[in-house]
């Protein structure tokens, strides 16, 4: 069996991953069946991807990359991310893009939020039209720390081990579900 390796833009990406992770896949640990290796920002992990590639030995090693979308066409970065990883000699590497922002995907699930921060009226705003496709909103992290008292990191670490995977209603998050689930499955077929 193989290990997953997240390569992710942020710390924070790392943060939610390191809550999350567990309850996804409860039968798997951190360091033995899955690494994240958090960068600084887009530029430092796309000049990372093809090093860590080429130069990464381990038998069975399978890779996951992160990044936002920000502002730049989905399938204008995913196409240049699949590119890079394809010339490192790893076109099995799955990539996956939170629309615009991470935060979209914590706005998918308010009632994560309201655990995660233990306020009780966040979940009801999923019925708002503005929340039932969080990926459509410019900057998603504005809107987050507007309505939670969320900080980057702190906010990662608490929301990601009360996501839920099958009840959150931004798209690119049910994409990463899918895709992970797929990729869980070809390393430990058993599960």
């Given amino acids: 069996m193989g290990r997953i390796v997240f390569l992710v833009e942020e710390a924070s990406i790392e943060e ?8 996804f896949i409860p039968e798997w640990s951190e360091g033995e069946h899955w690494l994240c290796v958090p960068h600084e920002g887009k530029s430092d992990l796309e000049a990372s991807i093809p090093r860590k590639l080429r130069g ?3 038998p069975g090693v399978r890779f996951v990359v992160l990044r936002d979308q920000d502002s730049a066409a989905c399938r204008d970065v995913k ?15 799955l990539i996956r893009i939170p629309c615009r922002e991470l935060e979209a995907w914590y706005l998918g699930d308010l009632a994560a939020v309201d655990s995660a921060f233990g306020t009780r009226n966040l979940a009801v705003l999923q019925r708002k039209r503005k ?13 987050l720390a507007r309505i939670a008292p969320y900080q980057k990191r702190a906010g990662s670490r608490a929301i990601g081990p009360c996501l839920n995977p099958d009840q959150n209603c931004s798209h690119s998050f049910g994409v990463f579900v899918s895709g992970l689930r797929a990729f869980v499955k070809q390393a430990s077929p058993c599960l």
């Fill in 56 to 58: 990464w030995k381990e």
């Fill in 131 to 143: 929340f039932r496709d969080p990926d459509r909103l410019h900057k998603p992290s504005n809107e």
């Fill in 16 to 23: 939610m991953l390191r809550g999350f992770l567990p309850r």
């Fill in 79 to 93: 196409e240049q991310l699949v590119a890079m990883c394809a010339d490192a000699g790893r076109s099995d590497t």
